[in-house]
């Protein structure tokens, strides 16, 4: 049996924030009329709304019983409406 996916947040590594934007890229999908095929840039930069200021993100495990929670609740919902 596999071993659960640990879920991870993406954070600020100056002042542990989760507030970042990071920059990426994306194409207008004429047939689908919306943006499609996101990807992040790896020579883009991160901002975070803690910091106020171009960050650098990073991964960690999530952590938190509260987004663990949240994210557990939803998984759920999308389970039961499908």
Known sequence: MNAPLQLQEYYCTYCGGT?????????????????????????????????????HGAFRPITDVKTLAQIAIKQKDKELTT
């Open 19 to 55: 507030e970042i934007t990071a920059e990426a890229c994306c194409y207008w999908d004429n047939v689908q009329q919306k943006f499609a095929h996101f990807y992040v840039t790896d020579e883009g930069y991160d901002h975070c709304a803690t910091c106020e200021d171009q960050a």
